[in-house]
């Protein structure tokens, strides 16, 4: 079974500060992984996506991602965090449950806050 | 490319009452799926389609059926709502049933806001 761990459903920091959201998944078979981002009375926007190749991923808006197989964590990070950043973060896997049936399994969220 | 669109952005409806809503997909995508988003129990799968058949479902009630159209456009339908159920429902589409890194991603539309009153 699949399962993602958001760590910290809350994160501050302040504008020009480094962005870190932890993201933990548990997969049975090689993970695609997924971060999207939430405003408020929006959907979700996709920020960057791991399926094969160079695990460290680069996603719109200055963010990126490292998938590291060891560690079984895809965290999300921004060098420096600006004001539009205040959103929710999902992180999210991917798997097959049968034939070529998708369905994205997601952590719990975190939610950003940047301070002046 | 336009995005996902869902209609309407805004339901109120009563317990008892059922409600149907529209998904129209990215041109060329033919894949839709339906999660259900509440602060409770975070973002949970619904069900997906493609080529007009269900491929997969999630732990839901029977109250909560879905189908889609040779245009790929989707409705989901909940009969006899419950509180419970008031929610953002997020449509997502992907371009196709078959597993490939390049294309397997859900792009997802603003939602549809239920409120059971």
């Known amino acids: 079974a699949q399962s993602v761990t958001q760590l910290g459903s809350h994160v501050s920091v302040s504008e020009g500060a480094l962005v870190l959201l932890r993201c933990n998944y548990s997969?049975?078979?090689?993970?695609?992984l997924f971060w999207y981002v939430q405003y408020p009375n929006q959907g979700l926007q996709l920020l960057l996506k791991?399926?094969?190749?160079?695990?460290l991923v680069k996603g719109i808006n200055g963010f990126e991602a490292e998938f590291k197989k060891s560690e079984t964590s895809f965290h999300l990070t921004k060098p420096s965090a600006h004001m539009s950043d205040a959103a929710e973060y999902f992180c999210?896997?991917?798997?097959?449950?049968?034939?070529?049936?998708?369905?994205?399994?997601f952590g719990s969220g975190t939610q950003l806050t940047v301070l002046p | 490319k336009a995005g996902v669109t869902q209609t309407p952005r805004y339901l109120i409806k009563t317990r008892g009452q059922q409600v149907t809503l529209s998904c129209s997909p990215i041109?060329?995508?033919?894949?839709v799926s339906w999660y259900q988003q509440t602060p409770g129990q975070g973002l949970q799968f619904l069900f997906e389609y493609f080529s007009e058949t269900q491929r997969n479902k999630g732990n839901f009630p029977g109250r909560f059926s879905g189908r889609q159209f040779s245009n790929s456009r989707s409705e989901m339908n909940v009969s006899t709502l419950e509180l419970g159920d008031s929610a953002l429902y997020l449509c997502a589409s992907r371009a196709k049933g078959q597993i490939d890194p390049s294309t397997d991603t859900q792009y997802f539309g603003p939602g549809t806001r239920l409120t059971v009153l």
């Open positions: 041109s060329g995508h033919r894949s």
């Open positions: 999210a896997v991917s798997h097959s449950p049968r034939g070529s049936a998708r369905q994205l399994t």
């Open positions: 997969s049975s078979v090689p993970p695609y």
């Open positions: 791991y399926t094969t190749g160079a695990t």
